[in-house]
Structure formats: structure tokens, C-alpha cells
């Protein structure tokens, strides 16, 4: 008979500070495990303080909290298998981010991170101390090596586990979803299990966390890379693994196979599970947004539905004097298909009032932009006052080229507590609604079918700010811009590049221009779910007052 090692994989959802619950859920799935007989049940990287923490674990007040749940899980414990947990441990001058085993009544090891990630997202060695890499901790029937999600990155901290008589390594995670990062994860642990000869075991993190959303995802590998398990993306699980000694050292028999979707359908459940559980995390059960039947309300009005079910979306529609017929009936239609309540709010006579308010202020200048913004100023004003008065979280609706350029109105179209598209490229919100009409899913609360009518995506964008207002009047074509946008954005290119791709000189100079300028309307923005690489916010920090143009003379 082989021996055998049974592993629990946690994959669950923490709450950032939510110290006590986490270690409910925790004890909730050792149960489960201790009830399919596990050696080991294992919970993702800092599942115990939730990821990321942040500046949270510098206060020594909650590391100390995470210390005392950790003595107390360690005690809830004693009679079963072995837990493995994320927390922080206080050092002698810096915490560590650590990994601890509690067996036995105690805690019976623990490593800590090595490759602290500082860069994108992450700022660890401005919190953490980074230390030595361990060698393997004996659970159950095996030597088991802990390398920490970045530390499973690069081949040292594996090395040195397989060197010291690790047989298995187990990768617990705090990895937050962007496109393409499947694949990146699989083909670094892929290189683990080669180098090291060892099967590996990669356990992640599910739900949002203000602007990330961790997938999940988790999975197996034996040695010669061969995927013996698979966990679902953006689903909580709980699934035992079975490890059985046999000639090449321990192999995991196949265990759950769930389906990959691809990156359209990973990108739009990312949008929904974010605004889910920003929501949920936050005290919100139900939301409302400005419908205008343009595109990008349309996309939001549908994650939401899909994350909350459309009765708790609340569609406000906010006609002034240049809201076109079309529109009305493309917002009215939006909320059918979805199956949401749409409320009207003209804006017209508060308009006037304001008009005729600032009228001798105003005296001898002529109209411009600042009585479109008015009008803008106007909703966010009036949806404001909705949630208020209702308790529901306003979403703003400002796709990523809008926000790229500052093509939006402070103070107006961009109030709001989150925004569902930020990190969504006006060309990809056309993909996006293609993808939903045509696609339904389970985990989707609002009906099937074409939800988005064409005729909302096929229109020229437009603000209605003003007679026959089309987006294009102020900015190059969406292609154009977007194209100049992401080589600015997430290639880091020079002008000097996007003349080398076609583009015309003035062009890319002016988006660069409104690029930068813009800097101050992000730092007033609302969060969104990161999608790629470089989503605003913490992957792409720039200063504000800044006067760096790419020009030759510079
Ligand atoms: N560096 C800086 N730091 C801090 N504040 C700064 C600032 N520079 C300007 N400001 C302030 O910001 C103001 C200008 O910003 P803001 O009032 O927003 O106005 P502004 O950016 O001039 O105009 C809004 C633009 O967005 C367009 N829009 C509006 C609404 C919806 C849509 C859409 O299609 O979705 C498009 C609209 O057509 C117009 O082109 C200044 O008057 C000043 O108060
Ligand atoms: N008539 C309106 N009724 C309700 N909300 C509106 C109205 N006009 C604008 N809004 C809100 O302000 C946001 C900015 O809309 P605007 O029409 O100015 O530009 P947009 O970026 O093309 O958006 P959309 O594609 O949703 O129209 C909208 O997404 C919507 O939330
Ligand atoms: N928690 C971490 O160490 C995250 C960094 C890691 N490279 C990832 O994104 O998967």
C-alpha cells in the first residue's frame, strides 16, 4: 500500500481586517478537511489578516490581534490535521510576511517570504522584512517546502527546499487576476516542477480587494508539469487532494478538472466580481447609475445586474434639453432587457435655475464648457442625493479612455464610489457588450440573450452636452486613441515610437498632452476592478503637477 498525503486546498475569499471571520472561515474548512480525512488544510497567503493589508500590518495593535487568532486557531486544532495559514509575524524590527503550520495544539512551524514583489500593485519591501528561504516542514507523512507566491517566481527559494529533502512544494498565494495571468503562473510553476523534480501544489486567493480581484485558479502539478487538478476561476472551493508515493516520489491522482474560460469571459467576471464584493465589503447591497442610453452606462447597468440581480440596480434616466428621443428609448430598452427599475429626472428645470442664478456673474461671456459641465454637475448632483437618501452605491461609468484623457466632468460624471469599466478601453467596452449579448453564464443574475441592443453600440458616442455633440468632435477616432493610449500606457513609449507605428506626430503629442494633464482628475477618481497590466492607480503612479512633454527639445 503507498502512503498516502491528503491535502484541503481553501481556496476562499478573506475580508482585509477582518481578523476574526477569517479565522471562522479558516476553522470552517478545516472541519471540512478533518472530516475527508486531510493530513494538511492549507488557506492562501495572509488569508488571516486578508491581502493585501497594506499600511494595516505597520499598526502593531493588529498584528497583535493576528497573533492572538492565530494561538487561539492553533488551540481550535489540536485534534485534527495540520492548518497551514498566512498571517504576519512581528520581528525583532520588521514583520515578516509568513506562512504557519498549526499542529498539534501549537504552532509547530512557519516560513516567511523571501522575494518581497515591489512593483505594479505591490509595495512588500516597504512593509516586510525579507527573510533567509527554509527548508521544508514535515506535515503528516511528508517534507513539504513552503515558497511564498513571489518566491515561487524564481528558482532559488524551490531550490533550496528540494535541496534540503523537500518532496512536495506547496505555493500558498495572494495573486490578483489580470489578462494573460493564467498562463504566466502556469508556465512559472511548470519551471519549478522541472528544476526541482518535485510535484507542486499552488493554492490561491479568491474576491475582490478594492481594485484587485484574485481568481482563484488553483491547481496541481506532477513532476513532468502533467496538471492533476484544477480549481475554478473566481469560485470559492474547498476540494481534498489525494498524493500516493509510487517510484518518482509523491504524484497527486487527478482530482477536480474545472473549465479556463477564456479572456473575454475572465475579463467580464472580473468586472462583475469586483463591483460585487467592493459593494459587499463596503455595506452596499444595491447600486444606481446615470443610464443615458450611450454604450458605456449600458455596460455598467449590465455588470451590475449580473453581480447584484437587476432589481437592486437601480437606472436613473437624467434628460436635459439635447437628449435625443433615441436616447431615451435606448435607456428605457437597457433597463428592460435587463429587467432593472429605470426612474426619470429631467435636469432641465434645475438647469435653468442655475442658468439664470450665474446669469449676472457671468455677464459678458459667452457659453462654453462650462455650462455642459453644469448640466453633468447636475446629475451627479441629483444621483448623489439618491444614494443618499437610499443607502445604494453610485457606480461612475468613465471607461478607460475617458479616464486616460480626462473626458469627464469632476464633480459630475465622475461622482461615484466605483467605477465597474475604469480599466476598460473604449474599444474593448464594444468587445465587452458583444461578449454579453451573445454569452450567458450561471453565475449571471440578469436574463440571457441581447441585453445591449445593437443600435446602443453601433451609435457614435456621444455626451449630449450640446447639439449634435459627437465624441469625436474633441478626440481623435476611439481606434486611434486607443491605440496611442496603450503604447503610452502599458508600452511606456516614446512619441518617437508612435510616429514609428503611423501615427501622426500632432496627434500623439496632443494625447500625450491630455494624458498627463489629466493626472489630477484621476487622483480624484473612483476605484475600479484592475484588468491589466497597467490599470490607474497603484500600476501607474505619476506625479501630479508635472510639466515632462516628449518632445526633441526636452
Ligand atoms: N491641475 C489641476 N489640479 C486641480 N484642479 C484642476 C487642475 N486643473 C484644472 N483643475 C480644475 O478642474 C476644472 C476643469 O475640469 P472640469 O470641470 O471637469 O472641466 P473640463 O475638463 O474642462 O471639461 C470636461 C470635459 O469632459 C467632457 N465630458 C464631460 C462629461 C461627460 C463626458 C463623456 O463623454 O463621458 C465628457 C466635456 O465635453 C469636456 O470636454 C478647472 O476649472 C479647475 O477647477
Ligand atoms: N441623460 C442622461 N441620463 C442619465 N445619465 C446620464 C445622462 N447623460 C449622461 N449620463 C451619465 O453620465 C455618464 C457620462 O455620459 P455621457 O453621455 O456624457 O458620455 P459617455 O461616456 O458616452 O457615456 P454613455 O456611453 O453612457 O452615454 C453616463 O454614462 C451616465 O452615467
Ligand atoms: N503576493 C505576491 O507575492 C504576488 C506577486 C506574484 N508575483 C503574483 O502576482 O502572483
Known sequence: ????????????????????????????????????????????????????????????????????????LA????????????????????????????????IHAHVSKHHLPTYGVFDEKRLYRSADPSGPVQIGPARVGIPICEDAWFPDVAETAAESGA????????????????????NLMVSRVVETGLPLIYLNRTGGQDDQVFDGGSFALNVHGGLAAQLPMFEEAVETLTLETGPEGWACAPGPMAPVPDTAELEYKAMVVGTRDYARKTGFSRVLL??????????????????????????????????????????????????????????????DVIGETLAPAFEGREPDV????????????????????????????????????????????????????????????????????????PWMKAPAGEVIPPRV??????????????????????????????????????????????HDRATAERVEHLLYIAEYKRHQ???????????FWLDRRYPIASSWRDREDA
Not at 471571520?21 to 488557506?43: D, I, Y
Not at 490535521?81 to 509568513?98: D, H, M, Q, S
Not at 451609435?459 to 469625436?472: G, I, N, V
Request: proline content about 7%; overall charge negative; aromatic content about 6%.
Open 1 to 72: 500500500m503507498p502512503d498516502a498525503f491528503r491535502l484541503t486546498l481553501a481556496q476562499l475569499d478573506p475580508k482585509v481586517g477582518d481578523v476574526s471571520g477569517n479565522a471562522e472561515r479558516a476553522l470552517a474548512a478545516w472541519a471540512q478537511g478533518k472530516a475527508e480525512g486531510a493530513h494538511f488544510v492549507a488557506l492562501p497567503e495572509m488569508f488571516l489578516a486578508g491581502y493585501q493589508p497594506q499600511d494595516l500590518v505597520l499598526k502593531p495593535a493588529f498584528v497583535a490581534a493576528c497573533a492572538r487568532r492565530l494561538e487561539a
Open 75 to 106: 488551540e481550535a486544532t489540536a485534534d485534527g490535521p495540520a492548518l497551514g495559514i498566512g498571517a504576519p509575524l512581528a520581528g525583532l524590527e520588521r514583520i515578516e510576511n509568513a506562512y504557519f503550520i498549526l499542529s498539534g495544539g501549537r
Open 167 to 186: 518532496e512536495i512544494l506547496f505555493v500558498p498565494n495572494g495573486s490578483p487576476w489580470e489578462r494573460g495571468k493564467h498562463d504566466l503562473r502556469m
Open 290 to 351: 446615470g443610464l443615458s442610453g450611450g454604450i458605456d452606462s449600458a455596460i455598467v447597468a449590465a455588470i451590475a445586474a449580473d453581480a447584484f440581480g437587476p432589481e437592486n440596480v437601480r437606472c436613473v434616466m437624467l434628460p436635459s434639453r439635447y437628449t435625443s428621443e433615441e436616447s431615451l428609448h435606448d435607456a428605457g430598452e437597457v433597463a428592460r432587457n435587463l429587467g432593472a427599475p429605470l426612474m426619470t429626472i429631467p435636469i432641465g428645470p434645475g438647469v
Open 370 to 441: 462650462t455650462e455642459e459641465n453644469v448640466q453633468s454637475r447636475l446629475r451627479g448632483l441629483y444621483l448623489m442625493a439618491m444614494s443618499n437618501k437610499f443607502g445604494e452605491l453610485l457606480l461612475t461609468t468613465g471607461n478607460k479612455s475617458e479616464v486616460a484623457v480626462g473626458y469627464a466632468t469632476l464633480y459630475g460624471d465622475m461622482n461615484g464610489g466605483w467605477n465597474p469599466i475604469k480599466d476598460l478601453y473604449k474599444t474593448e467596452v464594444f468587445d465587452a457588450c458583444r461578449w454579453r449579448n451573445a454569452n450567458h453564464r
Open 457 to 502: 453600440i453601433d451609435k457614435p458616442p456621444s455626451a449630449e452636452l450640446r447639439p449634435d455633440q459627437r465624441d469625436d468632435d474633441s478626440l481623435p477616432p476611439y481606434p486611434v486613441l486607443d491605440a496611442i493610449l496603450r503604447m503610452l500606457i502599458e508600452g511606456d513609449a516614446a512619441i518617437a515610437d508612435i510616429v514609428a507605428a503611423g
Open 525 to 535: 477618481s473612483a476605484p475600479g476592478p484592475k484588468l491589466g497590466a497597467k490599470a
